[in-house]
């Protein structure tokens, strides 16, 4: 079911917001990827109908357990599930049931509308590394991250053409109190970019305040009918909903934001070795978390989430880009078009301590198959280094840059007349060359991907450059970024009513660092 057409936002503004607006910089961003392309399916129907079937006789047989948190055992309870202590058992068929209320896709806003995201259907929507408490770069190396580097991350997604979200925590401030640091990412996102970004999930409390600033931002009235945030909510698989994530859960919901719903397998610790157990047990968590969901409101909209890597049996470390994981990201994906809700997966994921070779390798994988699998929302799409450890800068602006390459495959192959290029091939003839062809001028600035940070220079010419490898050009990427960043236009009306909410809630309580 798609979201119902948006009404007009609550804020306009007035004469300064009009001001703001036409002293802004326009940088440009990408539109979300609108896929023209299949999606590869690994799963003949028996497969899917046998995972299906087993995933319905652990929720009913086995169940899942929804830790302190009385009130969701209470809604289970009047949904006709059976209780159990914290243990709730639901009866086949009834979590569809409930999944049948969320939409199949839906708006995301930005505050600045050209922005904005659809998620689900065919489109991908690209956002940034997510939950790192450490960063590097090639001249501090890895470090502990602070509130400078976080915004440094959010200049950087939103300089780069291709990612098309802001995201959420790009990195952990370990310089800022627990209890506060949400409210200067979540100001950060709101005012050094306008593109779309994600709530907080660390406490209930905290992903009220992100409703409360989005009110603030967009309106009240635009909030509660429209979706501005999209959040990370966390199953901690096996089977285990906590109160923390669900509490936010709960918040959002029943604020018409969006929540991925997303377990966290490692396989071989958190599931089953195999691919077909550990899709059936995926399938019943997010069928649980979904279901919740609904319960809590109606048509609220989620994402049917899915971060699964393997794990090295020899070091107990995650390892990425591997087929195992690409075969249950290809299911997955299967899983959430049959569910009928949009899928969130895969990444620039990678295990290695530097953005060298086994990053890139792993890298590529791990983008190549979220594109093939039909994934909507990728959350990690740049930066991630070390297994989701450390946000890299370097590693941040060349996998953005790559993200370029799969809004090229995403557009498939024209056949028009001019793709079919009847008139050069005549034109040239035998053993000519189409350099100077009138279909090679008339097309020659659109018709290759073209990278903004990779050498494809001649060896002589590289050499007297300093023979820059990989990482120092995307080290002087990071430095010109930053230097041409200016902060988009905001009405300034808004910016203080953002700057007095953060000063009121930082002074309302002590300083927590746990």
Known sequence: MAEATTRRRGRGGGGAARRAERTAVRIETAKYIERNIPNFEILNDEALEIIEANAETILEEVGVNFVDNPAALERWREAGADIDGERVRIPRGLARKLCSTAPS????????????VVIGGRNLVLAPVY?????????????YATMDDFNKFVKLAYMSKWLHHSGGTVCEPTDVPVNKRHLDMLMAHMTLSDKPFMGSVTDPSRAQDSVEMCEILFGKEFVQENTVMTSLTNINSPMTFDDVMMGALEVYAKNNQACIVSPFIVGGAMAPVSVAGTLTQVLAEVLAGIAYSQLVRPCAPVIFGAFVTSIDMNSGAPTFGTPEAAHITYGAGQLARRLGVPYRSAGSFCGSKLPDAQAAYETANSLNMGLMAGVNFMLHSCGWLEGGLVADFEKFVMDADQLGVLHGLARGVAYDDNAQAMDAIREVGPGGHYLGCAHTQANFKDAF????????????TWEEEGARDTRTLASARVETLLANYQQPGMDPDVAAALAAYVAEKKASMPDAFM
């Open 131 to 143: 939950g790192p408490p450490f960063v590097r770069d090639a001249q501090g190396g890895r470090r």
């Open 105 to 116: 896709q839906f708006t995301q806003h930005a505050r600045n509308p050209e922005k904005s």
């Open 449 to 460: 991907w073209k990278t903004e940070l990779l050498d494809y220079k001649p060896f002589e």
